[in-house]
Every structure is written in structure tokens, then in C-alpha cells.
């Protein structure tokens, strides 16, 4: 019912930035917020950031915070996540995320559509 599609990962040095973008289509009146996870390898997915989309509300991560920030546009019903001083942790599939109804911003159980997911690969 709502798709949404990731682009902007790629390989970049320690210290360096990527703007990741989440292009959502479909029935996108019903989405509240959306959100960044982010899962790297072996280990579970964590939650990023987020953002709501009608009073543009940003949440972060601890471990991203003064690094990363979210923001959308609504009118092309678009999410971005500029990532500056990228550290070798970084390095993950950043995954996109769509919720109909946020109350706890960071649980993966409150989101209803995902994205593929994007490669974001940080070398030392």
C-alpha cells in the first residue's frame, strides 16, 4: 500500500558524508512519520532517526546525534538522512521505514512499511 524506495549509500572514508534519500509512493496520506534503522552485520537493527511528517518532530539516535540529520520534503513525499563525520560503526544497511501511528519512535513493531534497505559502507 505504501512503497518506498532508498537511494544515496555508498562507500565513503571515515570523516566523510552521505545524504541517504526514501522516495514514498502509494497511499501516503496515512503516514504519520517515517524513520531510519540501520542493521550491521550479525547484529540486531537499531533505530537511526526519525521524523514526523506534518510537524517535522526529529528524534535520534545517542550515537548519531550532532552527526546525522533528518528531514523531509512533503510535497514530493521524500525523506533524506545527511550523514556527516561518518565513522567506521557507521557501517551498516540503512533501512527506511513508514508508520501510520508513532508512540514509541525507536520500536521497529510501530513501523507498518519498510524499505530494500541501502548499503552505506564507512572505511578507516
Known amino acids: 500500500q505504501v512503497q518506498l524506495v532508498e537511494s544515496g549509500g555508498g562507500l565513503v572514508q571515515a570523516g566523510g558524508s552521505l545524504r541517504l534519500s526514501c522516495a514514498a509512493s502509494?497511499?501516503?496520506?496515512?503516514?504519520?512519520?517515517m524513520g531510519w534503522f540501520r542493521q550491521a552485520p550479525g547484529k540486531e537493527r537499531e533505530f537511526v532517526a526519525a521524523i514526523t511528517w506534518s510537524g517535522g518532530s526529529t528524534y535520534y539516535a545517542d550515537s548519531v546525534k550532532g552527526r546525522f540529520t533528518i528531514s523531509r520534503n512533503n510535497a514530493e513525499n521524500t525523506m533524506y538522512l545527511q550523514m556527516n563525520s561518518l565513522k567506521p560503526e557507521d557501517t551498516a544497511v540503512y533501512y527506511c521505514a513508514a508508520a501510520n501511528e508513532l508512540v514509541l519512535v525507536t520500536a521497529k513493531p510501530q513501523y507498518d512499511y519498510w524499505g530494500q534497505g541501502t548499503q552505506v559502507t564507512v572505511s578507516a
Open positions: 502509494g497511499r501516503t496520506g496515512s503516514v504519520y512519520g
